[in-house]
């Protein structure tokens, strides 16, 4: 596996030299970049010039100057090089500073889409596999492909309008009218008779029973205000810990496995003592004391299963930990609901906090939970479009791998063996139906990464997308090639790792390799 490795790294070597140098050529070719000032009227038109033509050393013939630009780009990667020189933009700006801006913005953009698509879209499409021509079914794939099909640009116009300007508008009178509950319920009825077995009576009842509860729901939260000052608080965490609890252990271990499922409880209750001991802690939140409670929370999970035992400790040790780890974060989700009016009151914000456009709010100044409150509502509206725009692909990819894998003699053969059918699906299904999606999802994140040109432009985020068309507008070419050398690489590495996930989901791989 080493060797392969190795091999791999120095044939994306050797390809990102090729395609880089000839990346550079076509943009030497593709314009002037004094254009502009040839046709400027300044009075000092010939040194402004003569500046950027020593800036953008445009006397040197192109191919020798891509050598130039490749010495200062190998710094880039060079242990202990003095700096990383990716050259000057025509506006003088170092294209380290241009490129590492924008790559932050559009990672945490693609990075929030992509993995809300992958969960959700896997998600659905195994479940749908397993209800193949249900009426779940036949929904999922009627809504996946109406979004796929919608101009990403046109679904990005409604989300500004619905999402931001209509939501915003109904915070400054946050009360539901009846017509809308009623719209609600009905919605929340057909989706809870989608998931329901076949049978008309028990659609039916789901109906009935989404519809109420969506209407109860809806009523109370109107009534006590909870849009304008929301929280979870310490009844309704402990509850959602509990359906947690018995999920995660379903899912990984199987409900008959006692010791897991007093394992996730365990958690559960730990879980709500550290709502109340933790909350005074994290009025000083910071990032890294985020990462180290989870850190603590996932050790103290796995210790809780080591301790319980049973006959795989394993399965106790990883329910227990998935287990706390979402009763954590239950408990930021509940602290930043309860930061939320404090962050619409806020000068800055000034009542309307589902932003339409940028990446941040300019001049804001607040906690740890104020900026992440800021962040969250100006990622909200561009990562939903990305997210509802992947959905169809994900779901139709997974979908019809779990169909040819349930379809195999081994899968038939499991269950022969008398396998539950959780382990048939979860053990030995789901494993292999992933191995055609590790293509997919590698090839995504290495495309998305580059920008998503048009979600970016109308929500006029700063991204690596519009980086790179503003530079081929202007014929600049170290922030084209900047570009290109952060996608050609993030392109490289997301293949290896998907030929490096085909070894860890079928062993085959792995020998051959």
Known sequence: MVTYIVRRLVTAVLILFGASFVVYQLTALSGDPLEDLRASNAPNRDQLIQARTELLDLNTPAPLRYFGWLAGAAKCIIPFAATCDLGASIQGEAVTTSLGRAMGNTITLVATATVLAIIIGISLGIITALRQYSGLDYGVTFMSFLFFSLPIFWLAVLLKEFGAIGFNNFLDDPDIPASTIAVVAIASGLIWALFASTSWK??????????????????????????????????????????????????????????????????????????????????????????????????????????????????????????????????????????????????????????????????????????????????????????????????????????????????????????????????????????????????????????????????????????????LQRTDPDPIMGFFLVAGILALVFNLVADIAYSVLDPRVRVKA
């Open 202 to 471: 028990r659609k039916g009842v789901a109906f009935l029973l989404g519809a109420a509860v969506a209407a109860a729901l809806l009523s109370i939260l109107d009534l006590v205000g909870w849009f304008a000052n929301p929280g979870l608080g310490p009844i309704v965490i402990l509850v959602t810990g509990v359906g947690i609890a018995f999920g995660i252990v379903l899912l990984t271990a199987g409900l008959r496995n006692r010791k897991a499922l007093y394992s996730s409880l365990i958690m559960v209750a730990l879980g709500l003592v550290a709502y109340y001991v933790v909350n005074p802690i994290l009025n000083a939140a910071t990032i890294w004391m985020i990462i180290i409670l989870a850190v603590t929370t996932v050790l103290v999970g796995m210790g809780v299963g080591y301790a319980m035992g049973g006959y795989d400790r394993s399965q106790s040790m990883r329910a227990a930990a998935l287990t706390g780890v979402l009763m954590g974060f239950l408990i930021v989700v509940d602290r930043f609901m309860v930061t939320w009016p404090s962050y619409v009151s806020n000068p800055r914000v000034r009542g309307r906090p589902i932003a339409t456009v940028g990446a941040e709010t300019p001049g804001l100044d607040g906690t740890f939970w104020i900026n992440g409150l800021d962040t969250f509502t100006h990622l909200l509206l561009p990562t939903l479009a990305l997210l509802l725009a992947s959905l169809a692909s994900y779901s139709r990819y997974s979908r019809a791998s779990m169909l040819e894998i349930m379809n195999m003699d081994y899968i038939r053969t499991a269950r022969a063996k008398g396998l539950s059918e959780r382990t048939v699906v979860m053990r030995h299904a789901f494993r292999n139906a992933l191995i055609p999606l590790a293509t997919l999802v590698a090839f995504d994140i290495g495309a998305l990464i580059g920008g998503a040109i048009i979600t970016e432009q109308v929500f006029a985020f700063s991204g690596m997308g519009q980086l790179f068309v503003q530079a």
